[in-house]
């Protein structure tokens, strides 16, 4: 039985490959060429792959499970393939290694710490090496909009895993995720009566002025105490000038730290009602990821992770984001922890960046813990 290797050149050139194959959500074939290679690799090293198709739109998702531990309660890695900068991004954003930051569009959000699991567990299946649990690795295609087609199958296996292993990006200085906020869509659409801005405006009901008028609302509800933000990021109405405006809509985000807090702020959004005759309000949405909580369960896995640093040679804290991922589909499930990727900087923007040194311990972590949990 040998030892699983860590040399960050070679972590480094993984990264690389995944990298300058670009996979925006929207680009599906393009995911699933990636997709392709991940599961040609899994399969080489000896690990059991299975491919489910793409949905409406999207690409597919891949699982990976260790030949080991099948009828063993498992440890579910979970990341995602699919970034947020356009095909071609590659050429604005080339990948380069300076000093130690290596850039990259997605690197940090996330290939880097999709890699370092996949490098992992392939280490442990050459090394010949078996864990208290199984080992699953779920990557799906979707996640930057939201997991429209993968959430049930993230629940799916959240729900029989004893641990869940968040591979998105460490955050400030190195630091996991061990809670984050719920995230609610909202759409607002309101319906006033039209008329000549000139000559008959006072047969008008402008959509417009009750769009206004709900948006001072809306983002009243923002409470920084309790951890509550209310944003309109985006709106848009009317037809011409010389119109009153006869519709209007909004786009409406939640950040919510509870589930009471969220079912509170839910209800709130949708009892908006009109301000005069002649105008409907109608809002639609909900929930679209739910708070992710540190609760007992979760906070002692991370108490087991930080030693686990601490013998690797760095000292592990944790945060709580305002951010959504994966991680808050299955915090109620199994006790999960994020941000185990790799660390850096600039996720979705043109600087995109992780910090080269960070590479080899996450990925050690990332291994303990699966040799660990059980």
Known sequence: MGEPRFE????????????????????????????????????????LVERVPGLDGF????????????DAPQVLLLSHL??????????????????????????????????????????????????????????????????????????????????????????????IVTARKGVGRFELKITGQPAHSGARHQDGRSALKELAR????????????????????VAHGGTRENVVAEEA???????????????????????????EDGVTVTVTGGMNRPPYVKDERITALFEHAKGLAAEIGFELKDLMTGGGSDGNFTAALAPTL?????????????????????IVPRARLLCRLMETVG
């Not at 690409?59 to 099948?70: C, D, V, Y």
């Not at 940090?108 to 490098?119: L, Q, R, W």
């Not at 409470?223 to 944003?231: F, Q």
Request: glycine share 12%; aromatic share 6%; proline share 6%.
């Open 214 to 233: 709900q948006i001072l609302i809306l983002e009243g509800m923002t409470d920084y105490d309790r951890g509550i933000t209310v944003n309109v990021g």
């Open 59 to 70: 690409g597919g998702h891949l699982i990976a499970r260790s030949p080991w531990g099948r």
């Open 8 to 47: 960050t050149d070679g972590i480094l050139a993984g990264i690389r490959r995944w990298v300058e194959r670009e996979t925006p959500t929207d680009a599906p074939q393009a995911v699933d060429a990636l997709m392709d290679l991940v599961a040609a690799d899994y399969a080489a090293a000896g690990l």
């Open 82 to 175: 699919d970034t947020v900068h356009p095909i071609g991004f590659i050429e604005r954003l080339p990948f380069k290694v300076e000093g130690d930051v290596a850039y990259g569009p997605g690197i940090y959000d996330m290939k880097a710490g999709a890699y370092i699991a996949f490098h992992a567990l392939c280490e442990l299946a050459r090394a010949g090496r078996t864990t208290p649990c199984g080992i699953t690795h779920l990557i799906v295609s979707d996640e930057e909009v939201g997991s429209p087609t993968s959430r049930a199958l993230i629940e799916a296996e959240g729900a029989r895993a004893k641990a869940v292993l968040v591979t998105e990006p460490a955050r400030e200085g190195g630091r």
């Open 338 to 358: 994020d941000g185990l990727g790799v660390d850096g900087k600039g996720g979705h923007t043109h600087y995109e960046q992780i910090y080269v040194s960070s």
């Open 249 to 275: 809509w909004a786009g409406i985000d939640l950040r919510v730290p509870s589930p009471p807090v969220a079912d509170e702020m839910v209800a709130r959004i949708l009892a908006l009602t009109p301000h």
